[in-house]
């Protein structure tokens, strides 16, 4: 006798994207990064891209549902199926309305962006991991964490 073990979503919510959402999610990101022949770089609604933002939901999953059913609802429906100035309106609502759910859409959206190939080759970076050979940084102006010096401690004694 065969028998299939089916194994729970994750605690923290659905990894997987329904189809709608997959639509939602790419016309938003085409509005957040769109393609720049100029640079020659892909928008964030790239296939490739859209496929690395879909496998890293993790823990955040349930934000990212969440934030996504806001701008449909914002949307009035289907984001995908309506004019580009709609859109930007849609999301533009979405960035003055929602908190942390679209807080943390954002960072896998850029996370997922800037890790892409075609993106690091255009920024004059070797498209590979940071380690084991790391990155070289420019020196920068240190006088930029004056205000952070200035504040003082935040934390108190454990």
């Not at 289907?78 to 942390?100: F, H, K, N, V, Y």
């Amino acid at each position: 006798m065969s028998s299939t073990v089916s194994f729970p979503p994750p605690a923290w919510g659905n990894p997987e994207l329904s189809a709608v959402e997959k639509r939602t999610l790419a016309a938003m990101c085409a509005r957040m990064i769109p393609a720049s022949e100029e640079y020659k770089v892909p928008g964030a609604d790239d296939a490739l891209i859209q496929a690395d933002i879909a496998k890293s939901l993790g823990r955040d999953a349930t934000a990212v549902h969440n934030a996504l059913a806001q701008l449909e609802t914002i949307a009035g429906g289907s984001l995908a199926d309506l004019p580009i100035d709609q859109q930007e309106t849609a999301c533009a609502t979405l960035r003055a309305e929602a908190g942390m759910d679209l807080t943390l859409l954002t960072r896998i959206i850029l996370q997922c962006y800037y890790r892409d190939d075609r993106v690091m080759i255009s920024l004059g970076m070797e498209p590979r991991p940071p380690f084991p050979k790391g990155h070289e940084l420019p020196q920068g102006d240190w006088s930029l964490l004056d205000p952070v010096r200035a504040r003082g401690k935040i934390w108190r004694e454990a």
